[in-house]
């Protein structure tokens, strides 16, 4: 019987054991059933963006923690898994009949999804059977047929002859070596090298995109800054994909109670402030910085003297304060 594919291999078993946090508990939280996070860890489940950015928040973990990398223990079970089912299914005729299948829908002129609907199956369903990863039911082969115009006599007769002939050969090796790129590191599809799968590569920028990474939280007086994305927030939906874009926690208290509690400030490195804009001010050279060290950090209303000197005005008390680096604030939001 064929086994289920793999398609998004994680590291989010063992993060969530190494938390001590039990299955059951991380379906509570993601409000998933028990069975469906287990296919999740298994990695025979596909994540969309939402699930994936909750997980990563439940865990504690960042986004990139999730996705294999060549050195993990995972990497190496995957690939052993890969190879085992490959093994299995090459002499079982699933990728005969798949691939047979697939050929005939290309002389009809289908598209996948089309023939997975007269075929009365689900997108996923058929998929797999073209691929050879499912085993076909005795209740499915008639439906089967018929969406292709066809007894089923005909059609394995039609898939036989295509075997027989050669013409599903290119096919099947096209098939293995999607496999075997995935297994070799270094290759150009090799899902190792892109984040743990191709799908997972996929899943990975987009998500990343909507997120951006908190760089300071209230420290007394001043914002503790550290140029690190190990804490990362979704991003408001315009912000999103934006180069530069960081967030903040502000000391509410020096700003003279004009930003509510449990706000983020979102401020743009690629942005200079100017007279008239509020900014984030930081103690140190912004590009210079290394992700470990910690600064000073200010949300400040930009202004400029007689001379024409810009500087930094806080509030509760006020202080007026010049600083090295100043990103405009371009977004304030409530948590």
Known sequence: MAQEEIIFPNNIRNIRLANGMKMTELARQTGLSLSAVS????GVRRLNQKQLLNICNILGCKLSDI???ESDDVAGQWQSEIKRRLNDNEDSGLKVF??????IRQIKGKTIAQAAKDAGMTL????KIEVGQREIYKNEIEPLAQSFAMKAEEMFEKIANLYKSGELNKQINKVKERVKSVLEPGSPLSGIDMQGSLYGA???????KKLVPVFGTPSGKVIAFKKSDKTMIVA??????RKGIYAVMPNVKRLGGFIPEKSYVFADALTPAK????????DADFDSLDNEVVVNAHVVAVKQDNKGK???QMSSPEEKVTIPTMHKVVMIVMD
């Open 39 to 42: 296919k999740i860890e298994k």
């Open 124 to 127: 996923s369903v058929y998929h």
């Open 275 to 282: 007279p008239g804009d509020m900014a984030v001010a930081i």
């Open 202 to 208: 996929k899943l990975y920028d987009s998500a990343r």
């Open 98 to 103: 798949g691939s047979g299948l697939r050929k």
């Open 67 to 69: 996705f294999i990398k």
């Open 236 to 241: 408001p939906e315009n912000l999103e994909g």
């Open 310 to 312: 810009v500087y930094g």
